[in-house]
């Protein structure tokens, strides 16, 4: 998986980090449509993705994108997947994936796991 | 105005009863937001007023036996040098974004072992442009517009439909690929910098063997040529000086110049003062006078090295990796921030204050390394340089 940066969700961070269209846009899954069959997935599906870096989980929903790398998937940069990247590698990581329907990850179950001094 | 939303620190900005004319979305987003933020300063869990909250944040600091200083690169070159001296002075840490990201390049380029160059300078001559892992599309939206390759500049009057060639090297096809004239897709980019010096020096390459004559050949037929790299690239590189080859090669066969493209406004800004004042740019400890990679706020965190955090223009409980960012909390935490983020939401004390560019003049060095004065547009709030000073007086 590669790391990456939107204009949109740059614009919706400065505006409302809170948003549905924030949450949509860092909780989606980019990947190309012949992977996309490789996978058995569709527009909108629901997969959970786990990072083999640090073995954290994410839900995410899958959208079909040129702009992913051929054989590759493709998240913008967010709260979201930093819960999947090692420092060694912010950008690039090795995750499996499976399709598990129900809802996206939201912020605010990451939020949940910070532990006050 | 001057924006502050991206390195391009774009001048050319104008509020115009509420509207913003000229920025990207980006930068409308910023400027909006800066106006319409009600941001309350909070100490211990409780809304105060904001000197209450200095105050909450100076007897902190004066509590603390293992401080560090992180952030920065949002806030004018005043606001940063205070910072420095306020690490100083708790014999601190001090970090910023460019110990992950850029920090590499730019030390290379302060210490005049990579040529660079200027953004104006590349929007007059620049005749060949190579973006190499940077979307300047989605990450500088003006960058392409104003200063490589839609221009019309001094020598290069017929702009990118004759004058100007574009060449992108990535992992996949981004948004700026598609604008480019030539898209390579790389895997490994060692693997092509290496194929690049091979068929510079005349060698028959290992790998991208077409991909790596076609550019050269281009680079050989060009006047001025700039490579811009970004985090992909970065992040690709597992030694500097590979990269410093490349360029030496390049330099060889016409005018070729670096220049990082860094995110934050003022990254550039903060490494400069430190290099000027400790001659290091990042990850510096004054409690034992080094700069070593285990004082990067990343690595501090992760050995739980420091009780209290001042935070400045920064949200690393977003940005870093959530093993690390998961630290953050256990420290006392002061954030100095425009807004509210996730950092804000677990921080003891919130000081809220003005974004550059905006309600805090002063000046920023661009990440070409042109220094960009701006006035303040708006004096309604408290700055950064006004709390920081409060803080480096009372310690
Ligand atoms: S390109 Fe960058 S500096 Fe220019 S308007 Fe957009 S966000 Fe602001």
Redesign the pocket.
Known sequence: MIVTRDVFHSEVRETDKESDSYIELSATLYMREEDMKKFDLGDGDVVEITSTANNNSLRVSVKNSNEAPPGKAMMVNSILVNQLVSIENLKRFKAKIKKVGGNVTRPEDIMAKFERK | MI????A???DD?ELENGKVHN??I??VA?IKKAQNTHFTPVADGRKVDGEKAIDEAITKIQNSENFAIYGLDTVPLRAQQIAIDIAKKTEGYIDDASSLCMGVFVEEILLERIKSTTLEEVRDRADFTLYWGADPFNS????ISRFTYYPRGQFRQKGWEEDRYLAVVDIRESYTSKLAKKIIMVENDEEFIQSLIDVANGNTPSAYLRDAVELITRIKKSEFGVMFGGLGLRYGLSDIGLLKNLLDELNNLTEFYFIPMGCHPNMRGFNELLFASVGELNSYSFRDGIRDSTFSFSSLLTKEQIDTILIVGADPVASLPFEIASKIAKANVILLDPCPSYTSKIADVVIPTSVSGIGAGGEMIRIDGKKIKFEAHSLEEITDEYVLKRIEEAI
Request: glycine letters at 12%; hydrophobic letters at 25%.
């Open positions: 924006c502050t939303g991206c391009c620190l774009c900005i920025a990207c980006k930068g910023l500088h939206p003006r960058h």
